[in-house]
C-alpha cells in the first residue's frame, strides 16, 4: 500500500517511519533537494504546483495528504481527480483563512476572541474602535509561528502594524489574556469513529513552540473534545486534526486548527499508545484507529535554531531524541525530544536537565 505526501519535512519523516511498520510505504512531493523525509520516503523534487510530481505523487497512491497547510488548494484540486486526499481540500482551505476558520468555529458554537475582517487602513481604525485596544492584527493566510502578526496597545500602534501588515486581507482579534494555551490532537475516521489525545499543554517563544506537555485528567478535556468533535463532523474531517486554544478564567477559546499532524503531538510517539504520525495513517487509508491513551506523563521540547550534543542528549535516562538532520538556521526546528515518566512528579524532576540542553548549556 502507498500513501502520498505533499510535503517532505518532518512531519512527512515521521509520518513514513510511522507508516512503514504497517506495510505503507510513503512518496513525497518536495521541491528541496535537501528533504528530510528522504530518509523514510521515496522523494519527488518538484514544485507543490507541478502538474507532473502531483501525478507522479499520486500513481498507485491509496490517499494522498499533506503535511503543512500552504499546499496550494488548487494542487489538491487536482490531486482528487487522481486519488483520494484526506483531509479534503475544503478541511484545508478553512484552516488556511483565520477569517473562515473562526466564522466556522462560531457558527458551530466554538467560542473565540471577538474578532473583525481588516480590509483597509479604515476597517482598522473601525475594528479597533469595536474591539478595544489590546489587540493582535493578523494576516489572514499564510501566517504561521507567530509571523504574520503585530500587538496592538495603544491607538498609535495602528499605524506601524499596518505598515507592516497591510496590503493583504487581515483580521484583528481582542487580545485574549489567556493562562494557558492547550491543543487537542484529535482523529477520526473514514468511518466517521473519532479519537482524541489527552489535552496538550504548551509554552511558545517568540511564537514558535517550544514546550508541550501532556495532560492527564485535565479539567478542560471533555469541553476541548466537545469542540473538536463538532469540527470534525462539520468538515467531515479524515485524518488527524489539531484544535489550539486558550483557556481564560475556566473557559476555553479557539484559535485554530491545524488540518494535519501537529509539532504539539509529537510527545505521542513514545508517550501514547499510538502516535498522531501512525494515526494519521490508519485514518487516511480507512484502517482502525489505534488507541489514544497516553501510556505515562510526557513532555516534548523542541531544538530551535541550534541542535544539542547528541551524546548529551542520549545520556538522560528516558529521553528519546528526533534529530531532523536540517541545516541550523536561527528561528528553524532542528530536532525534538520526549522525555517520558512514569508520572508527573517524576517527570518535573527530570524536565530541568533536558531544558537546560534545549537553552545550550552545557550539562
Ligand atoms: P497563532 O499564529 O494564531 O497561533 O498565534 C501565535 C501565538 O500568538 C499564539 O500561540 C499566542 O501565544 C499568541 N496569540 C495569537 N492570537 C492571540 C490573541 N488573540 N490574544 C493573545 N495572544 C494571541
Redesign the pocket.
Known amino acids: 500500500m502507498r500513501l502520498g505526501i505533499v510535503g517532505g519535512g518532518q512531519l512527512a519523516r515521521m509520518l513514513a517511519l510511522a507508516a512503514a511498520p504497517l506495510g505503507v510505504r510513503c512518496r513525497v512531493l518536495e521541491p528541496a533537494a535537501d528533504a528530510c523525509a528522504a530518509v523514510a520516503a521515496e522523494h519527488i523534487r518538484a514544485a507543490y504546483d507541478d502538474p507532473a510530481g502531483l501525478r507522479r505523487l499520486a500513481e498507485g497512491a491509496a490517499c494522498v495528504t499533506f503535511e503543512f497547510e500552504n499546499v496550494p488548494v488548487a494542487s489538491l484540486d487536482y490531486l482528487v481527480d487522481h486519488a483520494p486526499v484526506f483531509p479534503s481540500p475544503q478541511a484545508l482551505a478553512t484552516a488556511r483563512d483565520r477569517l473562515v476558520e473562526k466564522t466556522l468555529f462560531n457558527d458551530l458554537g466554538i467560542s473565540t476572541?471577538a474578532f473583525r475582517a481588516v480590509d483597509t487602513r479604515e476597517d482598522l481604525d473601525a475594528a479597533v474602535t469595536a474591539l478595544g485596544l489590546p489587540a493582535?492584527l493578523?494576516t489572514r493566510t499564510l501566517?504561521?509561528d507567530?509571523k504574520g502578526?503585530a500587538v496592538l496597545r495603544a491607538a498609535a500602534d495602528a499605524d506601524a502594524a499596518w505598515a507592516a501588515l497591510g496590503g493583504v486581507p487581515l483580521i484583528l482579534?481582542?487580545?485574549?489574556p489567556?493562562g494557558r494555551?492547550v491543543s487537542l490532537i484529535a482523529v477520526r475516521g473514514l468511518a466517521g469513529a473519532s479519537v482524541f489525545y489527552p489535552l496538550t499543554e504548551n509554552s511558545?517563544r517568540g511564537?514558535i513552540l517550544h514546550l508541550s506537555l501532556s495532560r492527564a485528567n485535565d479539567p478542560m478535556q471533555a469541553p476541548a473534545q466537545e469542540y473538536a468533535r463538532r469540527l470534525l463532523n462539520a468538515l467531515e474531517y479524515v485524518g488527524v486534526l489539531a484544535l489550539?486554544l486558550f483557556e481564560v478564567d475556566g473557559e476555553l477559546l479557539a484559535?485554530?486548527f491545524a488540518p494535519r499532524v501537529h509539532n504539539s503531538g509529537h510527545w505521542t510517539i513514545e508517550g501514547a499508545e499510538t502516535s498522531q504520525f501512525e494515526n494519521h495513517v490508519r485514518a487516511v487509508l480507512g484502517l482502525p484507529l489505534g488507541r489514544t491513551e497516553a501510556t505515562g506523563a510526557a513532555a516534548m521540547i523542541n531544538f530551535i535554531g541550534h541542535m544539542p550534543s547528541r551524546e548529551a542528549v542520549l545520556r538522560l535516562p528516558a529521553v528519546h531524541l528526533h534529530d531532523y538532520a536540517k541545516a541550523a538556521r536561527p528561528g528553524r526546528k532542528l530536532g525534538h525530544a520526549t522525555l517520558c515518566a512514569k508520572d508527573e512528579k517524576s517527570l518535573r524532576a527530570h524536565l530541568p536537565s533536558l531544558l537546560a540542553l534545549a537553552e545550550g548549556d552545557a550539562l
Not at 173 to 176: H, L, T
Open positions: 476572541a493582535v493578523k501566517g504561521y507567530g502578526q482579534e481582542a487580545f485574549v489567556y494555551e511558545h511564537g489550539e484559535n485554530e
